[in-house]
């Protein structure tokens, strides 16, 4: 007696899933790996920093409500209280500006290696806008305490109330949040000057990756990506 071959209906078999062909992946430009593509923008990053920050050299204008009363007060024979809050502003500032490098560098390490080549491909500031964005709410965290402290040995909100005393009738000019919390008027502007002044930098070097002589590594991988 011959044999029996049992064939399955074809609804009952079941379908085997066959994997999707993986999408091939471009090589980075100039053969880096992906490590030192983040490697060399860091490096990079960091000597931007140091180039746009490390002199310390910030500028802090005041609150534009405190701006007219000081212009009022000069037109009264009162012009010393507004140079006094302004000396303070200055100095306050001038004490922050140095540490804020710090602080930048410290934070590098939010640059993942996967967002390199995307970074090193984007405009001319697209590094420093990332950083701003993933970084920018926590370096405002750690740079208030030190500004607070700065403000203080300044005596810029003392300088502040005596400009208040004098202005009389044109106290009612200080009515923003600026002058209610001058802490947190100076932290920001410190911030956005700094990121403003990397970015102004990172156009620069990403035109001419010479500029990154410092670090040989962030001066190919930047050439490698140079428009």
């Known amino acids: 007696m011959g044999s029996v071959i049992w064939v399955a209906p074809l609804g009952l078999i079941a379908a085997t899933p066959v994997a999707p062909a993986a999408a091939p992946v471009a090589p980075a430009p100039g053969g880096f790996s992906i490590q030192q593509l983040a490697d060399g923008l860091k490096a990079g990053l960091g000597s931007m920093i140091s180039q746009s920050l490390g002199s310390g050299t910030l500028t802090v204008t005041p609150p534009p409500a405190l701006a007219k009363i000081q212009a009022a007060l000069s037109k009264t024979g009162n012009a010393a209280a507004?140079?006094?809050f302004e000396e303070a502003l200055k100095a306050a500032v001038s004490q922050v500006s140095p540490q804020v490098a710090g602080l930048l560098k410290s934070d590098l390490s939010a640059v993942k290696p996967e967002d390199a080549q995307g970074l090193l491909a984007g405009g001319p500031d697209a590094a420093t806008k990332f950083l701003q964005q993933k970084i920018g709410p926590s370096l405002r965290e750690k740079l208030l305490?030190?500004?607070?402290?700065?403000?203080?040995?300044?005596?810029?909100?003392?300088?502040?109330k005596e400009?208040?005393?004098?202005?009389?009738?044109f106290a009612g000019l200080a009515g923003n949040k600026a002058v209610?919390?001058?802490?947190?008027?100076?932290?920001?502007?410190?911030l956005a000057q700094s990121f403003a002044l990397m970015a102004k930098q990172e156009a620069a070097v990403r035109a001419n990756p010479a500029l990154l002589k410092d670090s040989p590594l962030?001066?190919?991988?930047?050439?490698?990506f140079k428009k």
């Open 218 to 224: 962030a001066q190919k991988v930047f050439a490698a």
């Open 82 to 84: 507004g140079a006094g």
């Open 145 to 160: 305490p030190l500004v607070k402290q700065a403000t203080a040995s300044s005596s810029m909100a003392a300088k502040a």
């Open 180 to 190: 209610n919390d001058l802490d947190g008027y100076v932290c920001d502007q410190v």
């Open 163 to 169: 400009m208040l005393a004098l202005a009389g009738p």
